[in-house]
């Protein structure tokens, strides 16, 4: 079974400054999928961002950017030039490629930005 | 691509009724989740389809949950003998199955309130 923990309930960040969402996740599989979600107030799930668990290099979406270290297993999303509209729930979430097809989410982070 | 749809968005109802969710996936995807959102906590995974058939049943989806998807297009979510417990959001999801990571999109949600 897979475990995903996020263990800062809420964050909060100066707009146009950068901040780091920790994750760390439990697999007993070698070949997965780790994904960033982001959940505005009141508004539906958006995916951030994701990373192959096979690929070594670190996925970039624009100002997003995630620490993966796989022996480690943590999945830490950045957020550089922090505006206000980056203000929602984060959702770090696992998926293994053979077997089960569900996401296991983690707990979530609120994020706030401070104008 | 209009994304993944769903209705009704609220529904209240009261203890001990019947209640049924749609869910439209984006028109490609093969793939239909369904998950739990319960305030303050990630979605937790119910169920899912591929295609028309249901392959993965969580144990929270307890006999008074019934999950379709006729044709492999949309699906509904019935609730038979609705408990207070059973007040959440409930998210659908749809992927491609065999597209890179198989990524899910998330609809808006119904919020279910159950007096």
């Known amino acids: 079974a897979q475990t995903v923990t996020q263990s800062q309930p809420e964050m909060s960040v100066q707009e146009a400054e950068t901040v780091t969402l920790s994750c760390t996740y439990d697999t007993s599989e070698s070949d997965y999928y780790l994904f960033w979600y982001k959940q505005p107030p009141s508004r539906q799930m958006i995916l951030v961002i994701r990373?192959?668990?096979?690929?070594?290099q670190n996925a970039t979406e624009n100002r997003f950017s995630v620490n993966f270290q796989k022996a480690a297993k943590s999945f830490s999303l950045k957020i550089s030039d922090s505006q206000l509209g980056d203000a929602a729930m984060y959702f770090c979430?696992?998926?293994?490629?053979?077997?089960?097809?569900?996401?296991?989410f983690g707990q979530g982070t609120r994020l706030t930005i401070n104008p | 691509d209009t994304g993944v749809s769903q209705n009704p968005r609220h529904k209240i109802t009261k203890r001990g009724q019947n209640v049924t969710f749609r869910c439209d996936p984006i028109?490609?995807?093969?793939?239909l989740y369904w998950y739990r959102q319960t305030l303050g906590q990630g979605p937790e995974f119910l169920t899912y389809f591929q295609n028309e058939a249901q392959l993965e049943k969580s144990r929270l989806l307890s006999d008074r949950f019934s999950a379709e998807r006729p044709k492999g297009s949309f699906s509904t979510l019935e609730i038979q003998r609705t408990e207070q417990g059973d007040s959440a959001m409930y998210l659908c999801?749809?992927?491609?199955?065999?597209?890179?990571?198989?990524?899910?999109?998330f609809g808006p949600g119904t919020r279910l309130t159950v007096l």
């Open positions: 990373q192959e668990a096979y690929k070594q």
């Open positions: 979430a696992i998926k293994i490629i053979q077997g089960a097809q569900k996401l296991v």
């Open positions: 999801a749809s992927s491609l199955a065999g597209a890179g990571t198989d990524t899910q999109y």
């Open positions: 028109s490609e995807h093969n793939r």
